[in-house]
Each structure stands twice: as C-alpha cells, then as structure tokens.
C-alpha cells in the first residue's frame, strides 16, 4: 500500500519537526518551508500547493509569541488569519484534506475543563488569530488544539519545561503562578495520536492535550522532582501579579478531550519521567 503523502507547513518546528521524526517511516512528508512559500502571498501559495501532490496538508506554521503578539497583532493576524486563508483556499480546491493546529489560547480560562464541544472566548490578540483561523477552517477541515507542547531536545525553540529546567539549574530566584492551571502535553504524545488522525481522517475539532493539568507552581515542582533539581529558588506569585504587564493567559487552562479515545496521553509526572530517559 503506498503510504500516504503530507505536506505541510511548521514541519520543522518545535512540533511539526517531531512529528517528522518520530512517524518519518509511516508517511511520506513533504515539509514546506518559509523559503518555499510565503504563505501570507496568495500567488506563491498557489504555485507552490499545485506543484506537489499529495493527500492531507498539515498547516502548523503561525506567529506563537503570544506577548509579540500584543504589540504586533498586525503581523499576527497576517500569519495566523491571512495565511491560513491563502493554504486553506487552495488546499480545498485541490480537494484535499486539511489539518489546522490550533491552541488552548482561544479559550478565556474562566471555567477550564475545555472538550471539544466548549465555546472559544480568547482573550488575548494570539488567541483571537488562532480562532480566526478555526474559524477559516470551519466543518471544511481537522482542527486539533494543542496545550503547552514540551520535547527532550530542540535547539531552536525552548518550551515551558526546558526553560524551567535551565531555570532551575541556575542558581536564580524566580516565581511559580499558584492560581494558574496549565495542561502541559508531551509531543512524543501528540505525534503518536496524529498517527492515527492521519489513517483515520475526520473533518471536526480533536483535543490532543496532556492527561493531567496543574498549577504553573506545582508543575515546576513536579519537573524539580523528575530532574532532581532544587526547589529552593522558586517562590509563589499569583496570576494577576505575574501576568501585569504580560498578554492575558487563560487562568484555568484545563484541558480535556471526548473524543481522544484512541491514544493514551500522558501525565506530566509520566512524560517527564520518559523525557528523562531519552535525555540520558
């Protein structure tokens, strides 16, 4: 049986380059890089998606700084609206499958414990892009919202727990969010899952998302523990105090999925634990 082709963009980001990696010998990729195409020129966009064949796109480049965003939103919304508009018009006129990564920033963190059925009310100007793009995407497309990816190794892009482990590795005082909930998903995880939501394609939107959720405070300490770092430099701060002069966050980001019956995702404590074992 052939294997299936995907195209995509993001493929070699911080998650996209994992999913390459790990399911490299399952599809066929062809990762399509910002040298390639503009995806915020329609013309280039065009040219290129009509040169390739293949059978689902997997759109995950966009503008992630969710602070950059605050003060850029015009450069924000040309990547994350405007270019998942231009991918997505020509993706459906080829009639091809389309698969958009989105985030748990399009929720407000008023009532957490977000599935796939709750209602997106973003709150900052990165969250209001994402939406606008599910919006794009609509019933036409996979939508899957992912939550605070972390990996063993990526040089070019820290995420939350490699940069609480340098933190905690210098010798410098920093705080821990207490009244916070974040649900930090493995990526190992998330690429595992998307093997299946390859083979088993699905127009609707897939909660691919960590299988516990936890306090900014105490998931620093639970990556202390794993790593066997000292605690001693991370104090306490409340979300009103640390996120002052920051873009707005959902305060209970829990994460939760209905329809994730098909992959088991790890804990943080788990996934800590296997992130561990591929660092040594």
């Known amino acids: 049986m052939d294997k299936l082709k995907i195209a995509g963009t993001g493929l070699t980001g911080l998650v996209g380059s994992r999913i390459v990696e790990l399911l490299g010998t399952d ?31 997997l759109h995950a ?7 950059g965003a605050e003060v850029n939103e015009e450069i924000a919304r040309k990547i994350n609206v405007e270019g998942t508009k231009n991918v997505f018009e020509v993706v459906t006129n080829k009639r091809k499958k389309f698969i958009y990564i989105s985030t748990d920033f399009v929720f407000d963190g008023t009532t957490g414990n977000y599935d ?24 036409d497309g996979m939508i899957m919202r992912i939550s605070y990816p972390y990996r063993a190794r990526f040089d070019e892009k820290k995420d939350f727990v490699r940069t609480i482990i340098s ?3 210098s010798s410098e005082q920093f705080n ?23 083979q088993n394609y699905s127009s609707e939107i897939y909660h691919i998302v960590g299988g516990d959720s936890l306090s900014g405070f105490d998931s620093i300490m639970t990556i202390a523990e794993v790593f066997g770092l000292s605690k001693e430099h991370v104090g306490k701060i409340v979300y009103d105090q640390f996120y002052e002069s920051k873009a707005k966050r959902p305060r209970n980001g829990t994460m939760i999925s209905k329809k994730n019956s098909f992959y088991p995702m790890k804990n943080l404590r788990d996934g800590l634990g296997e992130m561990k074992k591929q660092l040594s």
């Open 27 to 57: 599809f066929d990729f062809i990762p399509i890089t910002s040298t390639d195409m503009d995806i915020c020129k329609p013309d280039e966009v065009n040219k290129k998606l009509y040169e390739i064949d293949f059978d689902i796109f």
């Open 116 to 139: 796939e059925e709750s209602v997106p009310n973003p709150i900052s100007a990165y969250g209001k892009t994402k939406y606008e793009g599910e919006k794009i995407v609509g019933k």
């Open 61 to 67: 480049a966009a503008y992630t700084s969710v602070d």
């Open 167 to 169: 933190m905690l590795s």
């Open 176 to 198: 821990g969010v207490t009244d916070q909930i974040l649900t930090l998903t493995f990526i190992d995880d998330i690429a595992y899952a998307f093997k299946h939501l390859f």
